[in-house]
């Protein structure tokens, strides 16, 4: 078989496996977009609580909706068939607007309404009460509620469904206008609670794609009213959306300037086609280790881990630029190997970090980089010298190199500089402002102004919880736990009078404790006494004779039930409330009563002392933080190892203690310098930072790595200049486009690599040994 035959059938070959790893990893992998999977795992009982709250709290599936652009009577209408189209989709849990909804309760459930409602508490069913309750109805219909009144009479003379409907709308009641919520600037609005997790940015996309598909159905073409949409999850979705649409414009661009370059560099179509299989080769491997490893990955772990992939960018470049006339590109890359698989070792045990950090979507991370490396420094070893022309340009010739590499030859070496910059570095740190990490997870991805006064004016016109805090009330059973909630409800009414919060939203609000049920089945007439109560109360009335035996039936239905469980009450269309205000944990349980316009924290410290920390109030952006900072701890921790063991991995490959120095001394300064600058500049340091950090790193060590290298004669240390030029120009070409993102995680990573490539570079050259080449000119 003749060598180009032989070249081609490898390069088929590869490109044939690389089809079938692509094709088995797009067939078994799912594609995950929790965000959860990238927060760290939770040590307190009130962490564990925040990670839970954060997707599936009730406050974080909540998405807020106003309608405007119309008359007011036309905006109550589309208010109303809007909600009954909602109510159909399989999206949401619960959609309110103010309009009463007789559906709330069901048939089986509807006779319970006698022992959830408190309005017999005091003033008992008797035949006062229901000579009132019936002479109110004679007036009712004769008002513009006749219509909505008149079906439920029969079954319900004195209106409990609809004083339960009242009961459980929010506490802080919204303007009502024609049955519906309006808001003072004449916005009719809806809340809306959606099955799915409030972090889960594509089952939040569906969600918000059925409200503006069942919004458009409901107003129909010609309609001038307009939709807006707010809230944790609306929120997600647009940070979401803008950080894909900002890194994959931003990533095209940058890979349009990496053609461009490497055709500039090697002037060969073909070889910039050959130099790219490695690359894709590494990405496969890594998207393969996961599918086998997790099954399952995270859109985010895609995303950074090409990023971080772009260290392996550098081998097929090392190959190409070190090519020498007269030997074969198997012989160049031998020369090569010592040095190259150092820097892909140094790179993994760098990597392991992430591993050891115990965040799914970080050891996710660490698997697909870890992979991707190795299969992408061993193919350019061994698969990439096989496949390459036999003809090429010797990167030595490319003209201005030898007067570059003079220049940068003949500057002077202080060995007073090193310490100048690291005194300089240290200056910098100390008069640092800012606080040196952000622990605030929303600066990462921060919302637009605009929207956020937006989302605080809709939730304020609409009383919805505040997303930041909740009041835990705990217990060994879920009976204790809304025992404990009727007994701390006239506490929570002291501190709403105390202007320390607005209004506070408890579970026995829904469903009250069997021993208030049992209470309450108690104090129910018999049907023999009701009926006769009725009799009297009727008497002068218009009522037809007979009309009310359904509420007859009801009472006497309700005096023999079983007291309501949380598990039945679930079941019913309003179930999903409770579902979310009553958690089990570790063998006992957890209330979870959502807070309405929080002033005063500090006033509920009381609470907590009289119950022994029973009913404690949680601020979740309290644990957030505390969680973020000892999962950072972790970490860093784990760095620490991964850098002693590449100190290790660099003395064993050169064995030299001085030549190991030179490589190592510019890498660990040059990383100072750009958390100096960072922190002088302002910027409090996020996980994102400590990602860029260690891509940084990784591609300084290369610089320092080949600037060390003792070369042979002049042609060489041209060669190990252009290729360092090749792979700082084409590293800058991705990361300097990212540090003009106007999105601070994008921002973050590419400022962060560009300053570390910048001083990589430059210390690289300016702490290594004079006199490793012979003229070069």
């Known amino acids: 078989m003749s060598p180009r035959l032989r070249r081609f059938t490898l390069l088929i070959g590869w490109v044939v496996v690389?089809?079938?790893?692509?094709?088995?990893?797009?067939?078994?992998?799912?594609?995950?977009?929790?965000?959860?999977?990238?927060?760290?795992?939770?040590?307190?009982?009130?962490?564990?609580?925040?990670?839970?709250?954060?997707?599936?709290?009730?406050?974080?599936?909540?998405?807020?909706?106003?309608?405007?652009?119309?008359?007011?009577?036309r905006l109550a209408e589309l208010s109303r068939n809007f909600s009954a189209e909602l109510r159909k989709d399989d999206h949401f849990s619960q959609v309110v607007n103010g309009e009463f909804n007789a559906g709330m309760l069901d048939d089986e459930l509807l006779p319970y309404r006698y022992l959830l409602?408190?309005?017999?508490?005091?003033?008992?069913?008797?035949?006062?009460?229901?000579?009132?309750?019936?002479?109110?109805?004679?007036?009712?219909?004769?008002?513009?509620?006749?219509?909505?009144?008149?079906?439920?009479?029969?079954?319900?003379?004195?209106?409990?469904?609809?004083?339960?409907?009242?009961?459980?709308?929010?506490?802080?009641?919204?303007?009502?206008?024609?049955?519906?919520w309006f808001s003072p600037e004449g916005e009719a609005l809806l809340l809306v609670q959606t099955k799915a997790a409030g972090f889960d940015p594509a089952a939040q996309g569906e969600a918000i794609e059925a409200i503006q598909a069942r919004f458009a159905a409901s107003k129909g073409k010609d309609d001038s009213a307009q939709l807006v949409i707010s809230g944790p999850g609306y929120f997600t979705v647009l940070v979401n959306a803008s950080t894909r649409g900002e890194s994959?414009?931003?990533?095209?661009?940058?890979?349009?300037?990496?053609?461009?370059?490497?055709?500039?560099?090697?002037?060969?179509v073909a070889v910039l086609g050959l130099a790219a299989l490695p690359i894709a080769s590494g990405a496969l491997a890594?998207?393969?280790?996961?599918?086998?490893?997790?099954?399952?990955?995270?859109?985010?772990?895609?995303?950074?881990?090409?990023?971080?992939?772009?260290?392996?960018?550098?081998y097929p470049i090392r190959l190409l630029s070190h090519r020498r006339a007269g030997e074969s590109a198997l012989e160049s890359v031998r020369g090569l190997w010592p040095l190259l698989l150092t820097a892909i070792a140094s790179a993994c045990i760098a990597y392991l970090a992430f591993f050891a950090s115990g965040v799914t979507g970080l050891m996710q991370l660490a698997v697909f980089t870890i992979s991707g490396l190795l299969v992408a420094g061993f193919s350019t070893r061994y698969l990439l010298p096989r496949v390459l022309p036999v003809k090429f340009r010797d990167a030595a010739d490319t003209p201005g190199l030898g007067r570059l590499?003079?220049?940068?030859?003949?500057?002077?070496?202080?060995?007073?500089?090193?310490?100048?910059?690291?005194?300089?570095?240290?200056?910098?740190?100390?008069?640092?402002?800012?606080?040196?990490?952000?622990?605030?997870?929303?600066?990462?991805?921060?919302?637009?102004?605009d929207l956020m006064q937006r989302e605080g004016r809709l939730r304020a016109a609409l009383g919805a919880p505040d997303v930041r805090y909740l009041l835990v009330i705990e217990a060994a059973d879920a009976e204790g736990v809304l025992e404990l909630s009727e007994k701390i409800a006239p506490r929570i009414d002291a501190l709403v009078g105390q202007a320390a919060v607005d209004a506070a939203e408890l579970p026995s609000r829904y469903l009250p404790s069997l021993a208030t049920q049992r209470s309450r089945q108690a104090k129910l007439p018999d049907r023999t006494s009701l009926e006769a109560m009725l009799v009297e109360a009727e008497t002068d009335l218009p009522f037809r004779a007979g009309l009310f035996a359904p509420f007859l039936d009801d009472v006497e239905k309700a005096r023999t039930l079983e007291p309501l469980t949380?598990?039945?009450?679930?079941?019913?269309?309003?179930?999903?409330?409770?579902?979310?205000?009553?958690?089990?944990?570790?063998?006992?349980?957890?209330?979870?009563?959502?807070?309405?316009?929080?002033?005063?924290?500090?006033?509920?410290?009381?609470?907590?002392?009289?119950?022994?920390?029973?009913?404690?109030?949680l601020d979740l952006k309290g644990a957030s933080e505390s969680l973020v900072a000892s999962y950072r701890e972790r970490i860093l921790r784990a760095f620490v190892i991964a850098i002693v063991l590449l100190v290790l991995t660099v003395f064993i490959a050169f064995r030299d203690i001085h030549r190991a120095w030179h490589v190592l001394a510019p890498m660990t300064l040059a990383t100072i310098l750009v958390l100096a600058v960072l922190r002088f500049s302002g910027t409090s340091l996020s996980l994102f930072h400590l990602v860029a950090l260690t891509l940084a790193a990784g591609l300084g060590l290369h610089y320092a790595l080949f600037f060390e290298r003792t070369t042979p004669d002049a042609a060489?240390?041209?060669?190990?200049?252009?290729?360092?030029?090749?792979?700082?120009?084409?590293?800058?070409l991705v990361f300097a486009l990212l540090a003009w993102s106007s999105l601070p995680v994008l921002r973050a990573i590419g400022l962060t690599v560009s300053l570390g490539v910048g001083f990589h570079f430059c210390l690289s050259i300016l702490m290594a040994r004079k006199g490793r080449a012979r003229d070069a000119g």
């Open 117 to 180: 409602t408190s309005s017999f508490d005091k003033t008992p069913l008797d035949e006062a009460t229901l000579a009132d309750e019936l002479g109110q109805r004679v007036e009712d219909l004769g008002s513009p509620a006749a219509t909505l009144l008149k079906p439920l009479l029969p079954r319900d003379p004195t209106l409990e469904i609809m004083k339960l409907a009242e009961q459980w709308s929010p506490p802080r009641q919204p303007l009502v206008r024609d049955g519906v």
């Open 286 to 314: 890594g998207v393969a280790a996961i599918a086998v490893v997790f099954t399952e990955m995270h859109g985010i772990t895609l995303a950074f881990g090409f990023t971080l992939l772009g260290v392996a960018q550098e």
């Open 405 to 449: 590499w003079n220049w940068l030859e003949a500057l002077p070496r202080p060995r007073w500089l090193p310490p100048l910059l690291l005194l300089i570095a240290a200056v910098m740190l100390w008069s640092a402002s800012t606080p040196f990490w952000q622990n605030n997870l929303a600066a990462l991805t921060p919302v637009p102004e």
């Open 18 to 73: 690389l089809a079938a790893v692509g094709a088995y990893t797009a067939h078994t992998l799912k594609i995950s977009t929790d965000l959860r999977s990238f927060m760290p795992p939770a040590q307190t009982p009130d962490q564990k609580l925040l990670m839970e709250q954060i997707g599936e709290g009730p406050g974080s599936r909540l998405l807020l909706l106003a309608i405007n652009g119309d008359t007011e009577e």
């Open 566 to 617: 949380p598990a039945a009450f679930a079941r019913s269309p309003i179930g999903a409330r409770i579902d979310a205000m009553l958690v089990k944990r570790d063998g006992h349980w957890l209330g979870l009563g959502t807070i309405i316009g929080m002033h005063d924290p500090a006033a509920f410290d009381t609470l907590a002392s009289e119950t022994g920390g029973a009913v404690r109030l």
């Open 716 to 732: 060489e240390a041209r060669r190990t200049l252009h290729a360092t030029l090749v792979c700082v120009i084409s590293a800058l």
């Open 248 to 268: 994959e414009w931003l990533g095209r661009l940058s890979t349009v300037g990496f053609i461009v370059l490497l055709l500039l560099a090697y002037r060969s």
